[in-house]
């Protein structure tokens, strides 16, 4: 090759990469990419009436997690433009009083560090009925926890209270075919957690097929309106009774244990198993039903978990 066809070459490859590059990384918009924290720290501040590039997957993610929804038939304009409206500042603070943060309106930087988090698919509000705070499903009491009195205030259940029939006490569970074994065992025992806590017992199925609820490994859109988003965003989701489905996303690090860049196989399971009994999310951090499951750490179930469980089923 001649050195001139070599500098051509060379040249229109250069061109390729910087043209290319641009639509490949930005083809699906996620704040929980790579670089997300770098996008995230550039909107930190914007408040109504800022126009600023990226605050349209704020909004994206928002109407995700149900708080837009409300908004959609009486809007007029369109979610995907990057105007800071009165709109988004409410909805900013409806999930700031959820999280338990000053509800300014405002993108700051807790805000934003909160929604950069890897979590639970399950939208916070759904239907624009139920909201982690809700004042009727809100309970002030004190309950004796392994020798400990524990405030118990936040738990919440689905829109409209859905739950297994008194006659189904006794609810088994089964994996795809294909589910890598590392999963069985500590998905087993949180089911065996929620039995101790709980008037159910669990069993695993002989057959897939013919459990109550079924679980398994999936990437993507994987065919029930729920999609998964990529590395270290949407990490699982559980349905409502009775539906059983139960889906870890498999484009993930699991592990089993506290292991670094990775998410405990057996606390996942825990939250996701809570969504199969009934119970929505918590705005109590401690609690297993609180949305946010980041790397490298475990978690038990809380009070507060306990309490919400035993209020559903109306156990003593």
Known sequence: MTFEKLL??????????????????????????????AFLKNLNGC????????IH?????????????????????????????????????TYQLNYNLKATGTLDAKTLDLMSKPRCGVADIIDGKTRMKSGKKMVNQHRKINGHFHTVSHYAFFDGNPKWPASKSHLTYGFLPGTPSKAVAPVGRAFKTWGAHTHFNFSRASKYKKADIKI?????DHGDGHSFD???????HGFAPT????????????????????????TVALHE?????????????????????????????????????NALYNAN
Do not use: C
């Open 230 to 236: 990529g590395v270290g965003g949407v990490i699982a």
């Open 47 to 54: 408040r109504k009436g800022d126009k600023v590039a990226g």
């Open 8 to 37: 051509s070459f060379l040249t229109t490859s250069f061109f390729l990469v910087i043209v290319l590059f641009p639509l490949i990384s930005s083809s699906h918009p996620n704040i929980h990419h790579s670089n997300g924290l």
């Open 243 to 266: 539906d059983g489905r139960l889906h870890f996303d498999a484009i993930e690090s699991w592990a089993v244990g506290a292991v670094a860049d990775s998410f405990d196989l057996e």
């Open 216 to 220: 398994s490994f999936r990437s993507g």
């Open 273 to 309: 198993i809570g969504h199969l009994l009934g119970l929505h999310h918590s705005s109590v951090e401690g609690a297993i039903m609180w949305p946010s499951i980041m790397e490298g750490t475990t978690k038990g179930l809380d009070a507060d978990d306990i309490a919400g469980i």
């Open 57 to 93: 997957q704020i909004k994206e993610y928002l109407q995700h997690f149900g708080y837009l929804n409300n908004y959609l038939q009486n809007y007029s304009k369109s979610f995907d433009d990057d105007e800071f409206d009165g709109v988004l500042e409410s909805a900013i603070k």
